[in-house]
């Protein structure tokens, strides 16, 4: 299948890999990648630009094909060493980069200089306009279905898509509730030029989470995820679990008054205990509500192949059949 987003990043299959906290390793980038697709690596997983480094070259040793580096730009107090990231992300040879969070008009020169091409998420049409404003090469639309951030407008994706392709002219991948050959047909139809799947490459075989994550993911129905930290204007939508109960019991109790402190167990420092450890109550972590059409965990490869056969077939077959 040929796409402009096949075009702009080299790749056989119009699939990207999301950026995911604590998933985004070496071994996940490089199986989606290896089987057609675009994989991330996630930066700030990684403690320092060092480690990134050595990420870097560690995915190289297992794909000769084209793989990025997601950088999300968060306000902070003490804000990472995004210099160094970026750094670590020219020397070593990444030609795609995904971010995610703050304008990264800042970062871009340096970025485009190297010969990289830079695909910013956007959860609204305004923001994705502003991204081609500043000269991102492509954007990442992300629907009120996705999991992590969905903003606060509260659009889905049968009406977003829609919208970014009457008013963007760069290629966009469709993010939120992708998980299969429908879903990428169905984006196609609504504008998109892709589509960028996070929660259905949790689980993989190749996903280098714990055996538990996987298999909740496969257990949940699209009922069973929750929106938390809306009153702090940082929505989230995560998988229920107790630590989930409990940030949104505290959510209730204290209603305007509530303080990123007041959370701080269920939030901070969770993604190790629960992509490591495998402690599936430790507290608050991004699912979308696709989960509910995730059955099975294959392999990347298998599951791309499984995407396309898919859509082609749906393209050629039902579709067609019907004109």
Not at 29 to 54: D, F, H, Y
Request: with cysteine.
């Amino acid at each position: 299948m040929k796409t402009r987003i096949t075009e702009l990043f080299g790749v056989e299959h119009p699939i990207m890999q999301g950026g995911m906290h604590y998933v985004g390793f070496a071994e996940l980038a490089a199986a989606v990648s290896n089987a057609g697709g675009v994989g991330i690596i996630t930066g700030l997983t990684q403690r320092t630009p060092e480690l990134l480094a050595k990420e870097i070259a560690r995915c190289k040793e297992m794909t000769d094909k084209p793989f990025g580096v997601n950088l999300t730009f968060l306000p902070s107090v003490t804000p990472p060493d995004y210099p160094g990231y970026v750094k670590a992300i020219i020397e070593g040879g990444v030609k795609i980069v995904e971010t995610a969070g703050n304008n990264p008009q800042k970062w871009l020169p340096a970025l485009k200089d190297a010969g990289i091409k830079v695909v910013h998420k956007c959860t609204s049409v305004r923001h994705a306009l502003k991204a081609e404003a500043i000269g991102c090469d492509a954007v990442s639309v992300d629907g009120f279905e996705c999991g992590g951030h969905p903003g606060e407008d509260d659009v889905p994706n049968f009406i977003l898509l829609p919208r970014a392709a009457e008013e963007l002219k760069i290629p966009f991948l469709a993010s939120g509730g992708m998980a299969d050959g429908r879903s990428l047909v169905a984006a196609l139809a609504l504008g998109a030029d892709g589509m960028n799947m996070g929660t259905r490459f949790i689980a993989t075989k190749e996903a280098p989470v714990h055996e538990n994550v996987k298999k909740a993911i496969v257990a949940a129905s699209e009922l069973d995820t929750r929106l938390v930290m809306r009153p702090l204007r940082n929505t989230e939508r995560v998988l229920v679990n107790a630590g989930v109960e409990r940030l949104l019991e505290k959510e209730r109790d204290l209603g305007a008054n509530i303080k990123f402190e007041d959370i701080f167990n269920e939030v901070a420092g969770v993604y190790p205990k629960i992509m490591t450890e495998g402690d599936m109550d430790a507290g608050a972590w991004s699912c979308g509500m696709v989960a509910g059409l995730i059955h099975d965990i294959p392999t990347c490869k298998e599951l791309i192949d499984r995407i396309m056969t898919e859509a082609t077939d749906i393209i050629r077959g039902r579709l067609e059949g019907m004109l």
